[in-house]
């Protein structure tokens, strides 16, 4: 039994920060994103009677005790699905460069969740593989349909999904993806999620979120830069001022990442279609209209501490191969 499937990171447009139920991870909000192009995961999955255990091997290295028990007690769920018994081989690669600092837990276990479920000979929809994708890591959901998606976070496990808002050919966006560190990042965002509420600005950050939702797509199908660019720098600053007032403050922002949101703000400023969002982590991410890369991709290039800059356009969903 053999199946093979690949994905597409994605970047949020609108955050997913903090779960209402975080064995299921059911989010306490929604959110928006696109799915990046450049970057992609390719996994291999076999289950066979000959087995004795789950394996899991991630770039050609056989993975450790911690990421090896995620990929199982994911597998258990694909498993319970399917009502079988068998253990597994996990094979996966990234192309993109491995410890970037760019998060791979939406495309790992978006191709995960599809290779699986085909090896086990489930047919799922794509809002039910969507949503088995989120038991993974609650971001891969969205990372199952195509272009641009929009988790719905729904009441109970089988209705908390992704759909798409809009193909990838439906704007000529660019994710000019800015390394400034490529280490791990120190505190994983399973452990945050579960900070978020205790910062006494989570409830302003959840109550606010449902309108900023609203004015991202409706930017997003206007195709209007502007507004865009206002709402997506609005709700990073909320998740990050959620994160640093949490406790223990979590601080993900190095002086480069704030050098790096000040040129944006000022390029802005003077009239290029550009803007910038921060997940877990000190890189950037500067959004920029399709005609505009050139410039604003030599102007990265230039800035303090930048150790590459990586381009992504609107990718498609996960797919098997
Ligand atoms: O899916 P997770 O648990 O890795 O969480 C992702 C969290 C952020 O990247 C910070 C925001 C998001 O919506 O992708």
Known sequence: ??????????????????????????????????NLDGLETRTRVWFDADFSADSFSLGGVEQGEESLARVSAFLDRA?????????????SENNFPTGAGIASSASAFAALALAASAALGLSLSEQQLSALARRGSGSAC?????????????SADADSYAVQVAPPD????????????????AVG????????????LNGLRVAGAPERLIECRQALLARDFAR???????????????MRTSTPPLFYWTAGTETVLW????????????????????????????????WVEARLRELPGVQQVLCARPGPGARLI
């Open 1 to 34: 039994m053999f199946a093979a499937a690949s994905a597409h990171p994605n970047i949020a447009f609108i955050k997913y920060w903090g779960n209402r139920d975080s064995l299921l991870r059911l989010p306490l909000t929604g959110s928006l994103s696109m």
């Open 79 to 91: 498993r319970e699905l399917a009502g079988c018994g068998l253990w597994a081989r996990v094979e």
């Open 142 to 154: 969205r990372s199952v349909p195509d272009g641009f998606a929009e988790w719905l976070p729904g």
């Open 170 to 185: 439906y704007w000529d966006l660019v994710d000019l993806i800015v390394v400034l560190r490529s280490e791990h990042k």
């Open 189 to 200: 965002s399973t452990e945050g999620h579960a900070l978020a509420g205790t910062s006494p």
């Open 228 to 242: 865009l660019a206002r709402v997506v720098e609005a709700d990073s600053h909320w998740m990050h001022a959620v």
């Open 263 to 294: 040129h944006v703000l000022d390029w802005r400023k003077r009239g290029r279609a550009v803007c910038a969002t921060v997940d877990a982590g000190p890189n950037v991410h500067v959004i920029t209209a399709g005609a505009e890369k050139t």
